[in-house]
């Protein structure tokens, strides 16, 4: 069997889940016995290449996510959203009962930390958020969930284990679903 | 008590009359699923989780507020069924704010856990991010309406079993809440007796004490029900 490659983004998220997927600890042996991690937060390489399984944490909340998960979707034969926040939102979406306005302005001009000095980031090179932060499905298709915050290091072996060996994965069956 | 023959899911039964067929259900150790009833206080039919189809009846009727009728033949779990309790389910989740990793509930909540029976992975529905508030005027508990599912066991247990009332509902549709006295804060209720009860029923981290943390709320919906088989005993 060709050796597959695997490849993980993190957009709108803490990197919980990644902190998650690095907990499987040395079964990440047998996971590089199938395939190849060739994108990840700390691989060096700007472009998101052609992959067979892409693990997507976070969820979209801006243009440069917007942008970055379109372009993972064309990539990836697989796309699994990776955690509550791809799946529901969740804490990020926790902005979205405020006008973004309100947020930036909390976070940069009336935080108390800012000594009544704050401004309003308004470099052309930074990210624009969007009005709504949403979960992955609601803009591109998702080919596999994994609900949790953060999912558990099994649930994430499990996953990846069955779906690099051509099977598909359930987690209702497996009694393997947890949100929060 | 006369009984009646029903089939339900083609075992055939025996019956009392005057029962509901969720009370026959439970009864005869079907398992049927359900989030507003509360043993011990009315049924209303809020949820639509214990939906069942009954041969000869076009609409699906609710389990807890149906009464058995002779003859009937019932069907618990078809597919269509299943369907429509995982969209139930769904839509619970898309309609407020639940976001289970900073919920005081988490890990002990029948939404969660009705999540789980039904094998939802994810939300198929746009969330609506509605704007709800949180009213923490009460000296000892807090009620958020942002995980509030409107089952209304407070409304019920607070009228039925409290008899203070302080409970109600106001609006319809995505629009409906849960309401203390005429719309005003908890903290200024006239009918509130802080006995608890709501906070014990409520399914979600809707209702809660101030005394605890996310991840650590423990619920005794169990005692309301307990409570009121007590009563009934005449003691």
């Known amino acids: 069997m060709k050796k597959k490659k695997i490849g993980t983004v993190w957009l709108g998220g803490c990197s919980g889940c990644h902190m998650s997927l690095l907990d499987i600890d040395e079964r990440i042996l047998e996971v590089v016995k199938l395939a190849d991690i060739v994108k990840c937060p700390i691989v060096d390489q700007k472009e998101f290449p052609?992959?067979?399984?892409?693990?997507?944490?976070?969820?979209?909340?801006?243009?440069?996510?917007?942008?970055?998960?379109?372009?993972?979707?064309?990539?990836?034969?697989?796309?699994?959203?990776?955690?509550?926040?791809?799946?529901?939102?969740?804490?990020?979406?926790?902005?979205n009962y405020l006008k973004k306005e309100e947020v930036l302005n909390y976070a940069y001009v009336e935080a108390a930390s800012n000594d009544k000095e704050g401004k309003m980031p308004q470099h052309p090179a930074?990210?624009?958020?969007?009005?709504?932060?949403?979960?992955?499905?609601?803009?591109?298709?998702?080919?596999y969930v994994i609900p949790g915050c953060p999912p558990s290091a099994d649930t994430i072996f499990y996953v990846l284990a069955e779906l690099l060996n051509d099977r598909v994965p359930n987690l209702e069956q497996e009694r393997k679903l947890k949100y929060g | 008590m006369a009984k009646i023959p029903v089939t339900i899911d083609d075992k055939p039964l025996e019956v009392e009359t005057?029962?509901?067929?969720?009370?026959?259900?439970?009864?005869?150790?079907?398992?049927?699923?359900?989030?507003?009833h509360l043993e011990g206080i009315g049924d209303v039919g809020a949820c639509r989780l214990c939906l069942?189809?009954?041969?000869?009846?076009?609409?699906?009727?609710?389990?807890?507020?149906?009464?058995?009728?002779?003859?009937q033949v019932i069907k618990t779990k078809t597919e269509r069924l299943k369907k429509y309790q995982r969209i139930t389910t769904e839509l619970f989740f898309a309609e407020r704010n639940h976001i289970c990793a900073v919920c005081v509930a988490d890990g002990n909540c029948?939404?969660?856990?009705?999540?789980?029976?039904?094998?939802?992975?994810?939300?198929?529905?746009?969330?609506?991010?509605?704007?709800?508030?949180?009213?923490?005027?009460?000296?000892?508990?807090?009620?958020?309406?942002?995980?509030?599912?409107?089952?209304?066991?407070?409304?019920?247990?607070?009228?039925?079993?409290?008899?203070?009332?302080?409970?109600g509902i106001k609006n319809r549709g995505i629009e409906v809440r849960v309401i203390s006295d005429f719309d005003t804060p908890w903290g200024d209720s006239t009918t509130c007796t802080s006995c608890s009860k709501c906070v014990n029923v409520c399914p979600t981290g809707a209702l809660?004490?101030?005394?605890?943390?996310?991840?650590?709320?423990?619920?005794?919906?169990?005692?309301?029900?307990?409570?009121?088989?007590?009563?009934?005993?005449?003691?």
């Open chain 1, 50 to 95: 052609q992959v067979d399984v892409a693990l997507v944490e976070g969820s979209v909340t801006s243009d440069e996510h917007l942008h970055e998960l379109l372009h993972v979707r064309k990539q990836a034969t697989c796309l699994v959203a990776l955690g509550d926040c791809a799946v529901t939102a969740n804490v990020t979406g926790m902005r």
């Open chain 1, 126 to 143: 930074l990210l624009k958020l969007h009005e709504k932060v949403v979960p992955l499905q609601e803009v591109v298709h998702v080919d």
């Open chain 2, 18 to 36: 005057g029962r509901t067929i969720l009370e026959a259900c439970k009864e005869n150790g079907i398992e049927i699923l359900t989030m507003c």
């Open chain 2, 52 to 71: 069942v189809e009954i041969e000869g009846i076009n609409k699906l009727l609710p389990a807890c507020t149906t009464k058995v009728a002779a003859n």
């Open chain 2, 110 to 167: 029948e939404l969660q856990d009705l999540g789980y029976k039904v094998g939802m992975d994810h939300v198929r529905f746009p969330y609506l991010f509605p704007q709800a508030n949180v009213d923490t005027s009460h000296p000892m508990y807090v009620m958020d309406h942002n995980r509030c599912i409107m089952c209304t066991r407070c409304v019920r247990v607070c009228s039925e079993v409290e008899g203070a009332h302080n409970w």
């Open chain 2, 208 to 235: 809660w004490p101030k005394t605890v943390v996310q991840g650590q709320l423990v619920k005794q919906p169990k005692m309301v029900s307990e409570l009121v088989a007590k009563r009934k005993m005449n003691l």
